[in-house]
């Protein structure tokens, strides 16, 4: 299903979201409970989403999907904001997101661990630094780009 969602992603959301100078920031499709849900997220180069334009990309890509649909199974197409805690997916995405607080995970651990969060400090196509603060005292972790299993921006309290 991976190929028919990223062969969907070419041929039919990219397209609509460019015409509208909007950026897709993941495509998901999921089973829960009986149901199907195509759930594509999206947001604006600069940031920030309003439910018109949620609703304008909506009713293009059904239209579309009504025309020629990928996805055999019936399924409710969601299109949303990615919120406050956003995915980090992309090169780029990390590049905008150096100064701010992320949640990353690794496929094995790093100094003893597999969850990390902490400022963002820096970004190379090999590595990112976190600032981690514990306590009064602020360390800083380098994590290969290739351990990362997951990535996305972080609320810190």
């Keep these: 299903m991976a190929g028919v969602i990223a062969k969907m992603t070419d041929d039919l959301i990219s397209p609509i979201l460019s015409e509208m100078n909007l950026e897709l920031v993941d495509v ?93 400090t820096e970004v190379n196509k090999d590595f990112v630094v976190l600032a981690i603060k514990n306590k009064t005292r602020v360390t800083h972790v380098t994590l290969p780009f290739d351990k990362i299993a997951s990535s996305r921006l972080a609320i810190l309290f």
Excluded: Q, W
């Excluded at 059904?62 to 055999?72: G, R, Y």
């Design 28 to 120: 998901e499709y999921v089973k829960e409970g009986k149901n199907y849900f195509l759930r594509v997220f999206i947001d604006t180069p600069n940031g920030g989403i309003d439910l018109d334009t949620c609703a304008a990309v909506s009713e293009k890509l059904s239209e579309a999907l009504d025309k020629k649909d990928p996805i055999k199974d019936a399924y409710f197409l969601e299109v949303s904001s990615p919120g406050a805690e956003r995915p980090l997916k992309k090169f780029a995405d990390f590049e905008k997101a150096v100064g701010k607080d992320v949640h990353l995970t690794t496929y094995e651990p790093i100094d003893g661990s597999k969850v990390f969060e902490g400022k963002l």
